[in-house]
C-alpha cells in the first residue's frame, strides 16, 4: 500500500508538472527577443496613493536591455519603450511628437497599431503613412475600447492580459518592430488571484527588422 501511495504521488506531481509546462505559450520562435521577469519599480506598491509614483523603466531594441536614462537622454534616440504608470504597465514608444510622451521634442520616430492578431501572425508591418495617421499613443489598459494590453479590475486590482492581441511599432529611429506584452508578474503565472503577487515583473517578446524593411515575420 505504501509503495502504491507513493506511486500515485509521484504521478500526480509529474502531471501537474506536465500541466505547467503546457500551460505556459511557447514564447521561443528562433527568431524573437523574449524578456522574462524584467523587474520594475518593484519598491512602489499600488496602495497609498503608491500608483502614481512607480519610476519609468527604460527599455532599448538595440541592447535588447535595461538602460538608464537622464532627464537629458528622454530627448534621444537611446531607448525604445518607456514602462510607465501603475506596475510600469503603460507603454510609450519613443516618440518626439506626442506631448505626454517621455520623449516629447527628441528626435523619437516612434508610432503604434494595435494588430487584433495573434503575434505569430503578424508578417508585415504597417506603412509609415498608417504609422502617421495613428492616434494611439500609450499602450495600457484596456478598459473596453478594445485599445490596451491588459484588462484591469477596480474591484481586486488585478492585471489579466489580453490575448492575441500584437503592436506593430516603429521605431525610435525609425525601422519595424513587433511587441507582444504578456505578463506583470513574477514567473508569467497563467492566472493571478493574490492583490500581492509580486510586481511588476515584465514578460514579453519583440522583433525588430534590423535591414529597415517592413517584415517582421518570425515564424
Not at 506511486?7 to 502531471?15: E, K, N, P, W
Not at 527599455?59 to 534621444?76: A, H, P, R
Not at 520616430?109 to 508585415?124: F, L, W
Not at 525609425?174 to 514578460?203: H, M, Q, R, S
Request: hydrophobic letters at 35%; a neutral charge.
Amino acid at each position: 500500500m505504501k509503495k502504491y501511495l507513493i506511486a500515485c504521488i509521484a504521478c500526480a506531481t509529474f502531471l501537474a508538472s506536465c500541466s505547467k509546462k503546457n500551460d505556459a505559450p511557447a514564447l521561443q520562435d528562433g527568431t524573437s527577443v523574449v524578456i522574462t521577469d524584467l523587474p520594475g519599480d518593484t519598491t512602489t506598491t499600488m496602495g497609498g496613493g503608491g500608483a502614481s509614483t512607480f519610476q519609468n523603466l527604460y527599455f532599448s531594441f538595440k541592447t535588447n536591455g535595461k538602460v538608464d536614462v537622464s532627464d537629458e537622454d528622454k530627448k534621444t534616440t537611446k531607448w525604445d519603450l518607456a514602462f510607465t504608470g501603475p506596475y510600469n504597465a503603460e507603454v510609450y514608444v519613443n516618440s518626439g511628437s506626442y506631448q505626454y510622451n517621455p520623449g516629447f521634442g527628441g528626435p523619437g520616430k516612434g508610432a503604434v497599431i494595435i494588430i487584433d492578431k495573434s503575434y505569430s501572425q503578424v508578417t508585415t508591418a504597417p506603412t509609415d503613412a498608417e504609422f502617421d495617421a495613428s492616434d494611439f499613443y500609450k499602450i495600457g489598459w484596456d478598459n473596453g475600447n478594445g485599445r490596451g494590453w491588459f484588462f484591469y479590475s477596480l474591484d481586486n486590482h488585478i492585471a489579466v492580459p489580453v490575448k492575441n492581441r500584437t503592436f506593430a511599432l516603429r521605431t525610435a529611429d525609425g525601422k519595424y518592430a513587433k511587441l507582444e506584452l504578456i505578463n506583470v508578474y513574477k514567473g508569467n503565472p497563467p492566472v493571478v488571484t493574490d492583490l500581492f503577487w509580486p510586481a511588476p515583473y515584465l514578460t514579453f517578446r519583440y522583433f525588430m527588422q534590423a535591414d529597415g524593411s517592413r517584415n517582421i515575420k518570425t515564424r
